[in-house]
């Protein structure tokens, strides 16, 4: 409810062009789609969409089991499964990602991060994840699953290539999100009034 309130609030200012949410588990999604009176973009979304322009079957890496989940179920639902080759976890406990970003990420230049014990298992989790759906799933693309791992996405880069999966693209769900909002203010667009009704829909289908 908060997510929405605050969806609703933003939209009416007029002081914005568009809407990048920041959640990986994409709250709110059809219901801001409905309030939103300017385009809005999702994480997850965005990130399968771009995933399914540069190649056929993608690969999601999450930090946990439940996310995993959640995000097969979205993906589903944002009718790109067949493109899906898998959601794969991470070793690290759900909290361990965020934990060490707030502890270590945020505090230390980008070259020194790898020199940190906790932050090197993390990279080498996310990388060994990605080589597994890669490997076994045949995945040709690798989207990280949430804020954390794409603040490191410069060092997992760095760790595929010298692993040999140079080829393999990474997409991050935050960066997709912004392109994604960018390309609908500059083409004039945003979501669909009968794909996502309310009671205000004024051209509504003959038939339902």
Not at 82 to 102: D, E, H, T, W, Y
Not at 172 to 196: D, F, I, P, T, W
């Amino acid at each position: 409810p908060g997510f929405l309130k605050r969806v609703r609030e933003v939209s009416e200012t007029g002081k914005y062009d568009a809407i990048v949410t920041s959640g990986a588990i994409e709250p709110g999604f059809f219901a801001g789609r409905m309030i939103s009176r300017i385009p809005i973009a999702f994480c997850v979304h965005s990130a399968i969409h771009v995933a399914s322009l540069i190649g056929d079957r993608f690969s999601i890496v999450q930090a946990h089991d439940p996310g995993a989940l959640m995000v097969r179920h979205f993906v589903e639902r944002y009718g790109l499964g067949r493109k899906l080759a898998s959601v794969r976890c991470i070793s690290n406990s759900s909290a361990a990602p965020a934990q060490f970003i707030r502890r270590y990420g945020l505090q230390h230049q980008k070259h020194e991060r790898t020199g940190i014990l906790e932050i090197k298992a993390l990279i080498d989790n996310v990388v060994d994840a990605a080589v597994t759906a890669i490997e076994e799933d045949r995945a040709d693309s690798i989207i990280l699953g949430g804020p954390y791992f794409e603040l490191l996405e410069d060092e997992i880069r760095q760790t595929l290539d010298e692993a040999g999966y140079a080829e393999i693209q990474l997409v991050c769900e935050l960066a997709s999100a912004v392109e994604m909002a960018k390309a609908m203010v500059n083409m004039g667009l945003k979501q669909a009034a009968r794909a996502y009704p309310s009671a205000a829909l004024k051209a509504k289908p003959r038939f339902r």
